[in-house]
């Protein structure tokens, strides 16, 4: 069993990847949520982080409000695939649960002090809150036994051409974070979160499954789909945050190397992950392992049979 936290800007994607986290309650434990802002600003993210367990149920997770802005910069653009609310606009009611007195950041540096070396750290949102523990904690980073990130990429953006959202955000949190000394440090990022694509074959079935949860899945991903569409033409849309779920519970659904990594913070590549394979550049190091690439069939076979394992063979004959 893994003690996680979970630190996120819900968001669409999020929202599956804590829906999954959820389901695996031989595997997962959930301790807490903590919200930074990201795709919405942290007011809204933090009302749909609460819907998210509500649709769940699990009203005993407390959630812990972060950041409401970068670390030193002004505040971001939000994203343009969530929706206004960050939640794909299904005008869910809100939450009457109220986030808890503490801030993320110290939440965090507290948890993994009471638990040293228990507790593992999953941000797919940007890297503000972790980033202010790090400052504010010598030994937060030492306290943590693994910290497992949505962002990035080796090569490509989703903002610029070289910058993944998360980072791009704030790019000196993500580089404070990949420069802090984390003994297990998993960068995934687009260059594996490009094949867990939700394609309308499977998004009907979470229809036609008609649970409270698949439901709330085939809603919230309409208008991810739209904005995908948007972007290129293409039917469906890229679940990458629940990718990080997947790899907690089956490290075989992506590959990884191991690299040594650094944030850019100026100029063209602001945001940029620059990735530095350890069979190439042996002279830097390795701060991290990076994902290269994924397992589209296995990812949706943990997906589906976590969340709704009946049809986990109906999964199978759909993939081939
Ligand atoms: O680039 C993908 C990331 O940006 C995901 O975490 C998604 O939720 C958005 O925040
Ligand atoms: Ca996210």
């Excluded at 090569?155 to 051409?161: E, M």
């Excluded at 867990?196 to 899945?217: G, K």
């Excluded at 033409?233 to 590959?255: H, I, M, P, R, S």
């Excluded at 990735?275 to 943990?302: M, R």
């Amino acid at each position: 069993m893994r003690k996680i936290i979970i630190d996120t800007d819900p968001g669409i994607d999020d929202a599956l990847a804590i829906l999954l986290a959820l389901s695996a309650k031989e595997e997962l434990d959930v301790l807490a949520l903590t919200t930074v802002n990201g795709n919405v600003d942290v007011e809204k993210v933090t009302k749909n982080a609460f819907k998210i367990l509500d649709v769940a149920g699990r009203a005993d997770i407390p959630v812990y409000k972060g950041n409401g802005k970068p670390l030193v910069r002004e505040n971001s653009m939000p994203a343009d695939c969530h929706g206004d609310d960050g939640l794909g606009n299904i005008g869910m009611t809100d939450s009457d649960r109220m986030p808890e007195e503490e801030s993320a950041a110290d939440f965090l540096i507290r948890k993994v002090r009471e638990e040293k070396g228990e507790i593992t750290l999953v941000p797919i949102g940007p890297l503000t809150n972790i980033a202010e523990a790090v400052q504010k904690d010598p030994e937060f980073v030492s306290n943590v036994k693994e910290v497992i990130i949505m962002g990035g990429a080796v090569y490509g953006g989703n903002v610029t051409p070289h910058a993944e959202f998360n980072f791009w955000v704030d790019p000196e949190a993500a580089k404070i974070v990949f420069q802090a000394g984390f003994n297990n440090l998993v960068m995934i990022g687009l260059d594996a979160t490009k094949y867990v694509w939700l394609d309308p074959v499977l998004r009907e079935l979470l229809y036609q499954i008609h649970t409270p949860a698949s439901r709330f899945i085939h809603k919230v991903t309409r208008v991810y789909a739209d904005a995908h569409w948007g972007y290129g033409q293409k039917l469906g849309c890229e679940l990458c945050d629940a990718l990080v779920t997947a790899y907690l519970l089956d490290e075989n659904v992506l590959d990884t190397i191991d690299a040594f990594v650094e944030v850019e913070t100026q100029g063209l590549c602001d945001g940029a992950s620059v990735v530095y394979p350890v069979t190439k550049f042996t002279d830097k190091g390795i701060n991290c392992k990076v994902a290269v690439s994924a397992d589209t069939k296995k990812f949706f076979e943990i997906f589906f049979g976590y969340l709704f394992p009946e049809y986990l063979e109906i999964v199978r004959t759909i993939q081939g």
